[in-house]
């Protein structure tokens, strides 16, 4: 990640999206605070110049702070559309919802948690339950997120995804209940925004014994700040507190068994567990499929988790893999 900037802030140029017209100035930083307008508001982005900066190893464009949140309403409202396109693939949709909900995390990074980042990250899951929905295509989903720029964002959205399919699964009909279940999927992870950056990209077997207590602080931190904004429904917050607790009671930080688990939070910590094995990230360099996955959860780790939630996965899984035999 570029360097911070009081007034500036940093988007991936592969995560704008091409052929779109930026609603602000976007600018190229060639010193500590000297920047360079290279597109005006109101002018296409080509997606070949996009290409040509990242071969000249520019990775960031930037905005003005306070227009950020015209340019992420923006992709955002580009994004509902194109995930409408039946001449997309489930995978080049899923990119874009990943792209738009990259602007989510861009904003928890440098402008931190307020209602306006809320609502775009609400306004992201709605369009990617209505994807996970109408897809349930497990494989394209997972396989389309390792694209995505940052390991949180894709973690998150990988999450969110197999959080919904587990509902469907699940038969839970209650479109605002869905929807509370992808958002705190989503945000699950926003407390390792209040913890040092180089220990959240340490591998937890490399961490010491005060290393982890430390990190296991993160739920706690993403709850308080949720709670602080005020307006976070409490199957949310839930659901960030919870999402590392397991049926068993050897999760974190309450070591809460089945019983006492928030139902949304029991389907998000399995999800969470399921997507830490199947998507590429520092503490899982290579993936695995979503069976051998199964088998992980079960036989290695005991399956800790919901045994209704784990038969849903299982179904999920086992549909996935009918599909292709």
């Known amino acids: 990640?570029?360097?911070?900037?009081?007034?500036?802030?940093?988007?991936?140029?592969?995560?704008?999206?091409?052929?779109?017209?930026?609603?602000?100035?976007?600018?190229?930083?060639?010193?500590?605070?000297k920047f360079v307008l290279i597109s005006k508001a109101g002018t296409k982005t080509d997606k070949e110049r996009l290409q040509s900066y990242e071969n000249k190893t520019v990775e960031y464009l930037w905005v003005k702070r306070e227009e950020y949140g015209f340019l992420m309403d923006s992709n955002i409202t580009i994004a509902g559309v194109l995930v409408n396109q039946k001449s997309l693939t489930t995978a080049q949709k899923?990119?874009?919802?990943?792209?738009?909900?990259?602007?989510?995390?861009?904003?928890?990074?440098?402008i931190g948690l307020g209602f306006e980042t809320y609502s775009h990250a609400r306004q992201i899951v709605e369009a990617t339950v209505a994807l996970a929905e109408s897809n349930?295509?497990?494989?394209?989903?997972?396989?389309?997120l390792n694209d995505c720029s940052d390991e949180l964002l894709r973690h998150s959205m990988a999450v969110t995804s197999i959080s919904v399919l587990i509902a469907n699964a699940l038969n839970w009909e209650n479109k605002q209940t869905v929807e509370k279940l992808a958002l705190g999927a989503l945000l699950h992870d926003i407390g390792l925004k209040a913890l040092p950056p180089e220990l959240v990209n340490k591998p937890r077997a490399l961490m010491s014994f005060e290393e982890n207590q430390q990190y296991e602080t993160h739920p706690y931190k993403g709850m308080q700040m949720l709670l602080n904004l005020g307006v976070v429904p409490?199957?949310?917050?839930?659901?960030?507190?919870?999402?590392?607790?397991?049926?068993?009671?050897q999760g974190y930080p309450r070591k809460l068994r089945n019983?006492?688990?928030?139902?949304?939070?029991?389907?998000?910590?399995?999800?969470n567990d399921f997507c830490e094995l199947t998507v590429p990230g520092i503490n899982n360099p290579t993936a695995r499929s979503p069976r051998e996955a199964l088998v992980t959860i079960e036989?290695?780790?005991?399956?800790?988790?919901?045994?209704?939630?784990?038969?849903?996965?299982?179904?999920?899984?086992?549909?996935e893999y009918a599909k292709s035999a």
Not at 312 to 318: E, G
């Open 1 to 33: 990640m570029e360097d911070k900037h009081p007034n500036m802030i940093p988007i991936p140029v592969r995560d704008l999206i091409g052929g779109s017209t930026s609603p602000v100035n976007l600018y190229v930083r060639i010193g500590a605070d």
């Open 94 to 110: 899923t990119l874009i919802l990943s792209q738009a909900a990259a602007g989510v995390f861009t904003e928890l990074e440098h």
């Open 136 to 144: 349930n295509n497990l494989n394209s989903l997972l396989s389309s």
């Open 234 to 249: 409490d199957d949310v917050v839930a659901i960030v507190y919870e999402h590392h607790e397991n049926a068993i009671g």
């Open 259 to 271: 019983i006492k688990m928030h139902p949304l939070a029991k389907v998000v910590a399995l999800a």
């Open 299 to 319: 036989m290695t780790m005991g399956q800790p988790h919901n045994k209704e939630a784990f038969r849903a996965l299982q179904q999920v899984v086992n549909r």
